[in-house]
């Protein structure tokens, strides 16, 4: 990547009619990055046709407003502080690229129908000052034109795109990255599976929705939410093999569809970016708007890559999941390699590339209790070939549900404890596996611990809390104000019970049920010594008795 020197900015009024005359602009990233103190740092991602007479790039400028001031507050965006450019047209190894990089203007082919040259500005915005309430403000950068071979409409029409960040909602919002480019050169009759890469540092949930591009309108029959030649034309219908139509998935964003003309569209998805607030209600924090521009180029022959199914994974909170991935390619010749967007924060990646023809990844992701949610995880992965003179390439995001724990509860009843409901179960007394208890109750006649597993109806595999069965008792409280100390012990046990009754019998038992201790106590000292000299070292369960209800704990004599 080449470094040039920074270009001053020159702040665009908004709506202004001023034009920088160029016919090369083909899309646009946005993305917001909070440095704390209500400043963020804005990257400005703007991509251009390169080839074929395309005027070089200048940089108008930011706008920024605040729709919630009625636009009264506009900020002075200024210079930004470091700008790259580099040519990412999806070439293979061995092919030239088409962009000269002093931002010159190349030759496009048949098969290369543009080059591709990636624009990166990054500014430093303070949002706060005098309009400390404002809260939605909308960032855009304008330059006249798109490029002039666009052939479904908008060609050398105004280019402008549109961003919001809620800085009143989420102060320290970091906005969603993509890190696939919006620019793609396809073949006409290739499925195309194309997902963003979105990354969200924050872990904001993520919608998406198709919206009219800026700066004109498409001709007929093109729209939209059709944007280019579909097979089974506008008939979006992923349940078909192959699928007919052009299709958007709102919630990963995946894009399928089958090209079927040589031509050159534009579209826009607005990528909305939500976050719970205190009372659990899911608010919009930001809104980011991402101009696209697919190509579809005459077939070259070239069996894009896959990516194999499945695309969705179940994992209980607190396990570990592993899956591998594997690609595929109907090209002999090619051979693929396999890259995901680091889309789960603490998973690790490993693949193979270069080692085989047909790579495979590998991720690993531990999971803590805290990660279980209702929304799934996702990331993307991407496969690229090595075809020439342009790589084939397919992404597609995969998911990962993580589910809550619902740890199962015993209860007593009629001799028998009873598990709340799951799909298999497995009785453990003192620790030990009970040989055939697996049912949801069992019958109890020995002093002990007791607990179960179980597997819940979402395929966890939980365990219950200890529960102490005493015979006799029919009604145990886990009391909080009772405290017996010190556990385990040695020769004494204090009982210290604010809240008992005047009167507290006492009951030691041993493993086997049997009394090896009992006492009544008068409780209005509040802290009562419980002599344990004659007793063996081991685990006894002590019974505590009073006015109010009975409490059992287990202790341990060393």
Not at 243 to 257: H, K, Y
């Amino acid at each position: 990547m080449k470094k040039i020197t920074p270009v001053l900015a020159i702040l665009v009024l908004l709506f202004s009619t001023a034009k920088v005359k160029a016919t090369h602009v083909m899309g646009l990233d946005m993305q917001w990055k909070s440095l704390g103190n209500d400043t963020f740092n804005i990257t400005v991602v703007v991509y251009r046709r390169c080839t074929d007479g395309a005027a070089s790039m200048s940089n108008p400028g930011l706008t920024i407003t605040s729709d919630s001031c009625a636009n009264s507050y506009l900020i002075n965006a200024g210079s930004p502080y470091s700008y790259t450019v580099e040519d990412i047209t999806p070439t293979c190894g061995t092919q030239t690229k088409p962009c000269p990089m002093s931002g010159g203007t190349g030759t496009s082919s048949t098969q290369i129908p543009s080059g591709i040259e990636k624009h990166v500005w990054n500014y430093k915005i303070f949002f706060g000052g005098s309009y400390t309430n404002c809260c939605w403000y909308k960032i855009r950068w304008q330059l006249c034109c798109r490029n002039s071979n666009i052939t479904t409409g908008y060609a050398d029409g105004d280019f402008y795109s549109d961003s919001w960040l809620n800085r009143c909602v989420a102060r320290g919002d970091h906005g969603p990255e993509f890190k696939n480019p919006p620019i793609e050169i396809r073949s006409v009759g290739q499925d195309v599976i194309y997902n963003h890469g979105v990354v969200d540092e924050d872990g904001d949930s993520i919608s998406y929705m198709m919206v009219p591009p800026s700066g004109g309108a498409y001709t007929s029959p093109y729209s939209y939410n059709y944007p280019l030649t579909c097979l089974g034309g506008n008939n979006p219908n992923i349940l078909v093999n192959p699928a007919t139509g052009f299709n958007l998935n709102p919630i990963n964003g995946d894009l399928l569809f089958r090209p079927m003309q040589v031509q050159i569209t534009v579209l826009k998805l607005m990528v909305t970016e939500w976050r719970k607030d205190s009372l659990g209600i899911y608010r919009v924090i930001g809104k980011t708007a991402r101009d696209m521009q697919f190509c579809i180029a005459p077939y070259s022959g070239n069996h894009l890559p896959v990516l194999l199914s499945p695309f969705s994974y179940d994992v209980c909170a607190g396990e570990q999941i592993c899956f591998q991935i594997n690609t595929n390619d109907n090209n002999a010749t090619d051979s693929v390699k396999i890259y995901w967007n680091n889309g789960i924060s603490g998973a690790s990646w490993t693949t193979n590339n270069d080692s085989v023809r047909l790579s495979k990844g590998t991720i690993c992701w531990t999971t803590n209790l805290p990660d279980a949610r209702s929304l799934p995880y996702s990331f993307s992965a991407m496969a690229i070939d090595n075809h020439c003179p342009l790589v084939g390439k397919s992404s597609h995001s995969f998911f990962i549900n993580v589910k809550p724990p619902v740890k199962p509860v015993i209860t007593y009843k009629n001799g028998y404890l009873i598990s709340t409901a799951g799909t298999t179960y497995q009785w453990y007394f003192n620790d030990s596996i009970i040989n055939g208890a697996t049912q949801q109750s069992i019958q109890v006649t020995k002093n002990g611990f007791y607990k179960v597993k179980i597997t819940t109806a979402g395929g966890c595999l939980m365990e219950s809390d200890s529960f102490t069965f005493t015979v006799g008792i029919r009604k145990t409280n886990r009391r909080t104000d009772i405290k017996i100390t010190p556990n385990p012990f040695h020769e004494q046990i204090i009982i210290n019970t604010p809240n008992a009754g005047k009167q507290l019998d006492i009951k030691m038992f041993d493993l086997q049920g049997r009394m090896v201790l009992k006492q009544t106590i008068d409780n209005t000292a509040l802290i009562n010594n419980i002599n344990t000299i004659g007793l063996a070292p081991g685990v006894y369960f002590l019974e505590l008795l009073d006015d109010k209800d009975t409490v059992i704990v287990k202790v341990e004599k060393l």
